[in-house]
């Protein structure tokens, strides 16, 4: 039997709405992939060294000798300035020697009086005209006399600073026509061959982590992208009075040509305890949204739906480029480590490694 036209007509309406519905539907799934929004993304990991104890420092000679007078004088002269290059036995600085010449002067001719009185003496004790105790006197007074003649020798030289060794001055610490005291530093010079030290300030609350003989890795200023390892070698067993801090030598290895005294380093020394509540996930620092104090927003992914939701992180502190959190996230989370600004909450995403070409691809539409 035929059908009938009005059932044809029917069936075609049908078969045309079910269409449209079906276009309809991968068009929506088509328009939501086009608005997902381009981000890239980091993983929450776990940061063990995030408790190494970091230390700011001044990369020094391993060996390095401060020069100074033994007497107080008048400075007459310095000879070299820092940075100079100095050989064993230069002389480098001078005192005035007019009043130490005078003095060892006065010592020579108390000796020479201390002697004509001994032998003018002798041959009266021997005949029995003076006394044994006459005798013994003026040959204490000889000897008196010449051990002051050699203080004042001794004294005088030491007038004079002499480089103990080939290196480099690294401090001048006076000037010609100064007055100085015994002991005042004038100048520090280092002593080549003994290599490269970093000496560092430490808190006390950081010092009570780390022993000697703990393992650093350090970078210096002078050097960017490069790191050398030292060994902590000295623990000061009393705070510096001005600063409260322990000063803390770190030996230095592998330190390439070029290095000088005074570079700045950074480094960051394996504890011999961990600390309380230490900070163990890093994430980017790029990852920060905004931040309140010790807190901050980042935006986590939900994997599932691959959209993003807010989260309240609790910081410690930054670490090179990343920052180290105690708080609000999870090992294995992942978090929007590039274009969070363009996002909000229950944004759906789609992960990029090239954000800036995802997003000069992307039509105008998709753009937020």
Do not use: W
Not at 144 to 165: D, G, H, K, Q, Y
Not at 239 to 264: C, D, K, M, Q, Y
């Amino acid at each position: 039997m035929a059908a009938s036209p009005r059932l044809v007509l029917v069936a075609i309406l049908s078969a045309g709405l079910l269409a449209g519905c079906g276009e309809e539907a991968n068009g929506k799934a088509a328009a939501e992939a086009e608005t997902a929004v381009p981000v890239q993304v980091a993983p929450v990991r776990p940061a063990p060294e995030a408790e190494d104890v970091t230390a700011y420092g001044i990369v020094r000679p391993d060996r390095e000798a401060v020069l100074s007078f033994k007497i107080a004088g008048l400075v007459k002269s310095i000879a070299v300035d820092r940075g100079d290059l100095v050989r064993k036995g230069d002389v480098l600085a001078e005192l005035d020697l007019r009043e130490i010449a005078a003095e060892s002067s006065r010592a020579a001719s108390a000796v020479e009086k201390a002697k004509r009185d001994v032998e003018r003496l002798r041959p009266l004790a021997e005949k029995g005209f003076a006394s044994r105790q006459t005798i013994q006197d003026a040959e204490t007074a000889l000897d008196v006399a010449t051990a002051e003649r050699a203080r004042v020798e001794f004294n005088r030289s030491l007038s004079r600073i002499v480089a103990p060794a080939d290196g480099v001055v690294l401090t001048r610490l006076a000037e010609p026509n100064e007055i100085v005291n015994p002991g005042v530093p004038i100048l520090t010079v280092s002593q080549g061959g003994g290599g490269f030290i970093m000496k560092a300030g430490l808190a006390d609350r950081d010092v009570a982590r780390i022993r000697i003989g703990a393992t650093a890795q350090v970078a210096i200023d002078a050097f960017p992208g490069e790191s050398f390892t030292g060994t902590v070698r000295r623990i000061s067993a009393a705070s510096e009075v001005r600063t409260g801090t322990f000063e803390v030598e770190i030996e230095l290895a592998g330190l390439p040509e070029g290095t000088a005294s005074g570079f700045i380093g950074q480094a960051r020394i394996e504890p011999a305890r961990a600390a309380e509540n230490a900070a163990n996930l890093a994430i980017p620092a790029t990852a920060i949204l905004e931040g309140h104090g010790s807190s901050a927003n980042v935006y986590v992914v939900d994997e599932a739906s691959m959209t993003v939701r807010p989260a309240r992180v609790q910081v410690s502190h930054l670490m090179g480029e990343n920052i180290i959190v105690t708080g609000g996230l999870k090992e294995g989370d992942r978090v929007v480590s590039a274009g969070a600004p363009y996002l909000r909450p229950g944004a759906k995403i789609k992960v990029v490694t090239d954000l800036k070409a995802a997003r000069a691809a992307a039509p105008e539409t998709a753009q937020p």
